[in-house]
T-cell receptor, first 110, second 116 residues
Framework: KNQVEQSPQSLIILEGKNCTLQ??????????LRWYKQDTGRGPVSLTI?????NTKSNGRYTATLDADTKQSSLHITASQLSDSASYIC?????????FGTGTRLKVLA | DGGITQSPKYLFRKEGQNVTLSCEQN?????MYWYRQDPGQGLRLIYY???????QKGDIAEGYSVSREKKESFPLTVTSAQKNPTAFYLC???????????????FGPGTRLTVL
């Protein structure tokens, strides 16, 4: 069964600290993997996208990694800011379908 | 500005009523999607359309209906047959269907529907 699992479900960190969010998937065949940021009550916004051949991709303080062999991805946030408080959703594209994880809810405290 | 708009932002429905959620895009995308988001769950696909005048059921289509008469518009009707419609509804679009390697979905701001 095609699934995308994210961990942890929620995370609280202090401003300025780093954190890493995890995404494991069982989608096959695999086309690409995206990370989205969703602020409360808003639509998701794309952070990064990676295909099978890409291991790392950065977008400012966000760095995503992909290990296609183990079917794992991570999103690393450096020097967190209050505005990073949001849900982060991992989405894997399979055969003509987008498969969504349940998200990690991040709270950054001052 | 290019993008996807959804209206209204908040919608209240009495039991037994049908309501229609609007979704418009000016990105010239062929594919459009409707998702439902509930707390603690991933986005679930209700309907999608890859071309005008054609649409397909997603995983949770029961109690919903759509139309795609124009490329830029994909309205969703929540019918009285949907027993638990209170949720956050998201519309999205992409250049074409999910098959392309860099075929990103762009999301609208969402509509929160509450049944009174």
């Amino acid at each position: 069964k095609n699934q995308v699992e994210q961990s942890p479900q929620s995370l609280i960190i202090l401003e300025g600290k780093n954190c890493t969010l995890q995404c494991n998937y069982t989608v096959s065949p695999f086309s690409n993997l995206r990370w989205y940021k969703q602020d409360t009550g808003r639509g998701p916004v794309s952070l990064t996208i990676m295909t099978f051949s890409e291991n790392t991709k950065s977008n400012g303080r966000y760095t995503a990694t992909l290990d296609a062999d183990t079917k794992q991805s991570s999103l690393h946030i450096t020097a967190s800011q209050l505005s990073d408080s949001a849900s982060y959703i991992c989405v894997v594209t399979g055969t003509y379908k987008y498969i969504f994880g349940t998200g990690t809810r991040l709270k950054v405290l001052a | 500005d290019g993008g996807i708009t959804q209206s209204p932002k908040y919608l209240f429905r009495k039991e037994g009523q049908n309501v229609t959620l609007s979704c418009e895009q000016n990105l010239n995308h062929d594919a459009m999607y409707w998702y439902r988001q509930d707390p603690g769950q991933g986005l679930r696909l209700i309907y999608y359309s890859q071309i005008v005048n054609d649409f397909q059921k997603g995983d949770i289509a029961e109690g919903y209906s759509v139309s795609r008469e124009k490329k830029e518009s994909f309205p969703l009707t929540v019918t009285s047959a949907q027993k638990n419609p209170t949720a956050f509804y998201l519309c999205a679009s992409s250049i074409s269907g999910p098959g392309g390697s860099y075929n990103e979905q762009f999301f609208g701001p969402g509509t929160r529907l509450t049944v009174l």
